[in-house]
């Protein structure tokens, strides 16, 4: 089984639905992270917890929201859904330490398109 | 904040040659920097790091050199295989706050032919 398993894989949801994403983790780490892949643009971070009770926005949050509902579980939801959020996103997670260069483990991912 | 740039966004090399991707940096505070391969329909992997106080580190097929005055590093895959082509990404370890996240480059196609 994956470390770090992403539900569900491959989405088509309508403009305006609220859609929502989940991940959890058997690693026992306690940072997660949301990344969007979108082609020529690379990965970029959505939103970032360093544990239950801390979550923080990274590069592009407008339009999405996230629950950190476990140490083990951390969800990405669209409130409403737009087609410019057609895209592939990642769940990953690393361990903590005050340095930071830490190994990220990535899911193996969510389509999600937006029609 | 760290910005990342890297190339060539695609690279096309024979089976057995070497294959070079290039990033430039620009916060240089930044300490870390990892590559991360990804296979198709996978998420990336890391695949090798240096951190800012070496200036080569290498594994086996595969080394990165840094360049801290230049702000820029590289990645080297010696006597490449099929097995190479994927998507790779350059990264730095941007320090915005009190505890850093990485910057991603935008990624280099490599296809490695037969």
């Known amino acids: 089984d994956a470390d770090v398993t992403q539900t569900p894989r491959n989405r088509i949801t309508k403009t305006g639905k609220r859609i929502m994403l989940e991940c959890s983790q058997t690693?026992?780490?306690?940072?997660m992270y949301w990344y969007r892949q979108d082609p020529g643009l690379g990965l970029r971070l959505i939103y970032y917890?360093?544990?239950?009770?801390?979550?923080n926005k990274g590069e592009i949050s407008d339009g999405y929201s996230v629950s950190r509902q476990a140490q083990a579980k951390f969800s990405l939801s669209l409130e409403s859904a737009i087609p410019n959020q057609t895209a592939l996103y990642f769940c990953?997670?690393?361990?903590?330490?005050?340095?930071?260069?830490?190994?990220?483990?990535f899911g193996e991912g969510s389509w999600l398109t937006v029609v | 904040g760290e910005n990342v740039e890297q190339h060539p966004s695609t690279l096309s090399v024979q089976e057995g040659d070497s294959a070079v991707i290039k990033c430039t940096y620009s916060?240089?505070?930044?300490?870390?920097f990892p590559w991360y391969k990804q296979e198709l329909g996978k998420g990336p992997q890391l695949i090798i790091d240096?951190?800012?106080?070496?200036g080569e580190k290498k594994d086996q097929r595969i080394a990165v050199t840094l360049n801290k005055t230049a702000k820029h590093f590289s990645l080297h895959i010696t006597e490449t295989q099929p097995e190479d082509s994927a998507v790779y990404f350059c990264?730095?370890?941007?320090?915005?706050?009190?505890?850093?996240?990485?910057?991603f480059g935008k990624g280099t196609k490599l296809s490695v032919k037969p």
């Open positions: 990953a997670t690393s361990e903590s330490t005050g340095t930071g260069g830490n190994t990220i483990y």
């Open positions: 990264a730095g370890l941007n320090y915005g706050g009190s505890q850093g996240n990485l910057i």
């Open positions: 916060d240089s505070a930044s300490n870390y």
């Open positions: 240096i951190r800012s106080n070496v």
């Open positions: 690693k026992g780490h306690d940072r």
């Open positions: 917890s360093f544990d239950v009770k801390d979550i």
